[in-house]
């Protein structure tokens, strides 16, 4: 089992920036990728951007060019650096991991709203 808490989640204006975190505990040494999904009110959850052990990216079109995402494997944790947010981008973000097993774990989110 893999237990993942994020933090980091908040307000914040249009325009402006913030990066969550994600670190994950438990039976870690089978963790392949990592990631971000998130879910807007009204909408359903979505791939915002992941990130294998390798450091192979994968990107949301919607948040290339503003977010960022990185990983520390030492220290299991996945962050996510968010520029120029709008607030379409006003969701709860969910911290994501599979294994090499192919299972999914997930966390139980932080709430990020863009709003002035």
């Known amino acids: 089992q893999v237990q993942l808490v994020e933090s980091g989640g908040g307000l914040v204006q249009p325009g402006g920036s913030l990066t969550v975190s994600c670190t994950a505990s438990?039976?870690?040494?089978?963790?392949?990728?990592m990631g971000w999904y998130r879910q807007a009110p009204g909408n359903e959850r979505e791939l915002v951007a992941s990130?294998?052990?390798?450091?192979?990216?994968n990107y949301a079109d919607s948040v290339k060019g503003r977010f960022t995402v990185a990983r520390d494997n030492a220290k299991n944790t996945v962050y996510l650096q968010m520029n120029s947010l709008n607030p379409e981008d006003t969701a709860v973000y969910y911290c994501?991991?599979?294994?090499?097993?192919?299972?999914?774990?997930w966390g139980k989110g932080t709430l990020v709203t863009v709003s002035s």
């Open positions: 994501n991991c599979r294994d090499r097993w192919n299972i999914n774990y």
């Open positions: 990130i294998t052990s390798g450091g192979t990216t």
């Open positions: 438990g039976s870690t040494f089978g963790i392949n990728t």
